[in-house]
């Protein structure tokens, strides 16, 4: 892996909106899109035609995000979907409401995610990083699978990171996931986005041969509020360098717009239709990069695949 073109707040460009074809008759779900990264992919699917499903937990947060769009596209065809991914079951209720609407799906990008934030459980006790980054978008894609497959040469985009990197020596703690000494909060972090990889390539194994084209993306260092989990774990020291960090964040970090452009080419390039590209890891702008050994580990995707099956049946069950 090239580390520098990962990060590099001067990243190669190959995409960009003016090449996002026409969306007309497209339906997308996107996960996190009230703001940053995902409110830039909304704006630009909604731009080109496609029916965007902002999915998010803050009705309000939604609701305003999708009041800005409208503003600057008057016509965008956009509408909330409340999905809260610390929540199985209102994670599987948000599958059903959008299934209950759509005969079809063409996109899903899996882009909504918390990162290095202190130790915590969500709702059904899962770590919160494994809970939101993995697992929550592991059960809304297995629940909009048959959907998505009714669907030509249907994508799935799968917001991973560089640190992936991070995560744990033998890639998942399986046994510790909730074990708040185990890990610290970026190696807790590292393991949730090697399982955005891994998952991808899961699916891939899966559904490729039904025509799925899933994809992972790394979107770079972005200026956007991703960094709220770090506050809350730094505490005064954020506090402290916060000025030096703003000041770096809005120098040198991607904007939220060219940290969409990678999920954008994955979901809306003819490319990726007309050469059959899946399981591939990009890098901002479009770069496709090897991702790390781990992340290509076969033994370890179908390792994944079972404990979060069963531990999502386990989970639901209870409910």
């Known amino acids: 892996m090239d580390f520098w073109k990962s990060i590099t707040p001067f990243p190669e460009?190959?995409?960009?909106?003016?090449?996002?074809?026409?969306?007309?008759?497209?339906?997308?779900i996107?996960?996190?899109?009230?703001?940053?990264?995902?409110?830039?992919?909304?704006t630009e699917l909604a731009r080109k035609g496609a029916k965007v499903y902002l999915a998010a937990r803050s009705d309000e947060r939604a609701n305003a995000a999708i009041a800005k769009i409208k503003q600057e596209i008057p016509d965008a065809d956009i509408v909330h979907l409340k999905l809260d991914l610390q929540d199985l079951k209102q994670v599987k209720s948000a599958a059903d409401t959008f299934k209950s609407k759509e005969a079809k799906l063409d996109i899903l990008i899996n882009n909504?995610?918390?990162?290095?934030?202190?130790?915590?459980?969500?709702?059904?006790?899962?770590?919160?990083?494994?809970?939101?980054?993995?697992?929550?978008?592991?059960?809304?894609?297995?629940?909009?699978?048959?959907?998505?497959?009714?669907?030509?040469?249907?994508?799935?985009v799968n917001l991973s990171s560089l640190a992936h990197l991070h995560a744990p020596e033998h890639g998942i703690e399986f046994d510790k996931i909730n074990d708040e000494n185990a890990l610290n909060t970026w190696a807790r972090y590292g393991q949730s986005k090697l399982a955005n990889i891994l998952?991808?390539?899961?699916?891939?194994?899966?559904?490729?041969?039904?025509?799925?084209?899933?994809?992972?993306?790394?979107?770079?260092?972005?200026?956007?509020?991703?960094?709220?989990?770090?506050?809350?774990?730094?505490?005064?020291?954020?506090?402290?360098?916060?000025?030096?960090?703003?000041?770096?964040?809005?120098?040198?970090?991607?904007?939220p717009l060219q940290g969409a452009l990678?999920?954008?080419?994955?979901?809306?390039?003819?490319?990726?239709?007309?050469?059959?590209?899946?399981?591939k890891y990009f890098i901002p702008i479009a770069n496709e990069q090897e991702s790390s050994p781990l992340s290509r580990d076969e033994a370890l995707s179908e390792k994944l695949w079972?404990?979060?099956?069963?531990?999502?049946?386990?989970?639901?069950?209870?409910k």
């Open 13 to 28: 460009k190959k995409y960009s909106v003016e090449q996002i074809p026409n969306l007309k008759g497209k339906i997308a």
């Open 30 to 42: 996107v996960t996190g899109g009230n703001t940053g990264v995902g409110f830039a992919t909304c």
């Open 112 to 156: 909504a995610g918390i990162m290095a934030c202190p130790f915590a459980l969500s709702k059904d006790g899962i770590e919160t990083q494994f809970a939101t980054n993995h697992v929550g978008h592991y059960l809304l894609t297995r629940e909009l699978i048959s959907t998505l497959l009714k669907t030509p040469n249907p994508r799935v």
């Open 199 to 255: 998952f991808t390539r899961g699916l891939n194994k899966r559904f490729g041969d039904k025509g799925l084209l899933a994809n992972s993306v790394h979107p770079g260092w972005v200026n956007t509020e991703l960094d709220r989990g770090i506050q809350q774990s730094a505490g005064i020291f954020y506090t402290i360098t916060y000025p030096a960090n703003w000041l770096t964040q809005k120098l040198i970090a991607l904007t």
């Open 262 to 279: 990678t999920s954008l080419y994955c979901a809306t390039s003819p490319e990726i239709e007309e050469k059959k590209i899946r399981d």
């Open 306 to 318: 079972k404990f979060t099956e069963d531990l999502v049946n386990e989970k639901l069950s209870k």
